[in-house]
């Protein structure tokens, strides 16, 4: 435990960051489970939209440092990759 006034406060104050960051990786998580039952069984809009909020997200974790950005920008690409080949393969499909 700590003893000093600072250091107290500073325990405080990393339980309450620690709230904070877990609810945005979950939201996170969320949001990405969503953009992939979307892509499994919903149309291509839905989809665009699931994953435009999923890439917002992503990119406001980064940038408070919530999660690396290199994590944020590999999952954008994996999605992006996801989505990209929902569309073609929907396109593809007709003719």
Excluded: C
């Amino acid at each position: 435990m700590p003893h000093s006034r600072s250091a107290k406060k500073s325990l405080r104050k990393d339980a309450k960051r620690r709230l904070h960051n877990r609810a945005i990786k979950r939201s996170i998580k969320t949001q990405i489970k969503k953009v992939m039952e979307t892509a499994q069984s919903g149309p291509i809009d839905t989809l665009r939209q699931e994953y435009n909020l999923a890439a917002k997200k992503l990119d406001k974790a980064a940038a408070q440092r919530v999660v690396h950005p290199n994590l944020a920008a590999r999952k954008k690409s994996q999605l992006a990759r996801l989505v990209h080949s929902k569309e073609t393969a929907g396109t593809s499909a007709p003719q």
